[in-house]
C-alpha cells in the first residue's frame, strides 16, 4: 500500500480479510473424525504395550524358576500425536 499524501485525520480504509476459517461445520467433523482416529490408535498401542509388558513379565519369571538371569529387553513405542 503506498499514498501519495498523508491521509487525512479520521480516515480510514476497509480491507476484507478472506481466509478459511477453521469454525466450519466440515472442519469440526474433520477435528472429530482425526480426534477419534487417534484415540482408537492410543488404545491399540496401550493393548499392545501391555500384552508385550505381560510377555516380559512371565519370560522373567520363567528365568528366575530355572535359576537363570533374564535382562529385560528395551522397546521404544511409536510417539502418538496428542
Known amino acids: 500500500m503506498h499514498f501519495q499524501k498523508v491521509p487525512r485525520l479520521g480516515s480510514y480504509m476497509a480491507v476484507p480479510l478472506v481466509y478459511r476459517s477453521c469454525l466450519s461445520d466440515e472442519a469440526l467433523e474433520a477435528l472429530v473424525a482425526d480426534s477419534l482416529a487417534v484415540q482408537i490408535q492410543r488404545d491399540e498401542q496401550t ?9 516380559q513379565h512371565l519370560k522373567k519369571e520363567t528365568a528366575a524358576a530355572l535359576g537363570e538371569l533374564y535382562e529385560v529387553e528395551e522397546k521404544e513405542w511409536p510417539e502418538l500425536p496428542l
Open 47 to 55: 493393548k499392545e504395550i501391555d500384552a508385550w509388558n505381560m510377555d
